[in-house]
Nanobody, 124 residues
Framework: QVQLVESGGGLVQTGGSLRLSCVASGRTVSTSFMGWFRQAPGKVREFVATIRWSVGSTIYADSVKGRFSISRDIAKNTMSLQMNSLKPEDTAVYYC?????????????????WGQGTQVTVSS
């Protein structure tokens, strides 16, 4: 089992920045990649970004490219998401997740463990 705890959400104005963190504990040795997803009210959960744990390679959703940056600290079992130039459409609950497959994933069913989520609200 892997436990995930997100933090760093909050209320920010359009154009502002936030940094989300996700700390993993438990059987983290099985982690292959970690990712962020988000779910806005009335919408389906969508992929945001993911990072290959061992080598740090990344994939971003088109909607956040150039604005968000995902990183990880292996020693601290922590993944972060730096979010800049935030827009009202970025408002959502952000979830971190762990995948254990061979190929880095962008679909929800490729992730095994999920955090409880942290709310990000961007005011206009």
């Amino acid at each position: 089992q892997v436990q995930l705890v997100e933090s760093g959400g909050g209320l920010v104005q359009t154009g502002g920045s936030l940094r989300l963190s996700c700390v993993a504990s438990g059987r983290t040795v099985s982690t292959s990649f970690m990712g962020w997803f988000r779910q806005a009210p009335g919408k389906v959960r969508e992929f945001v970004a993911t990072i290959r744990w061992s080598v740090g390679s990344t994939i971003y959703a088109d909607s956040v490219k150039g604005r968000f940056s995902i990183s990880r600290d292996i020693a601290k079992n922590t993944m972060s998401l730096q979010m800049n130039s935030l827009k009202p459409e970025d408002t959502a609950v952000y979830y971190c997740a762990v995948g254990q497959g061979v190929r880095i994933g962008v679909r929800q069913n490729e992730y095994t463990y999920w955090g409880q989520g942290t709310q990000v609200t961007v005011s206009s």
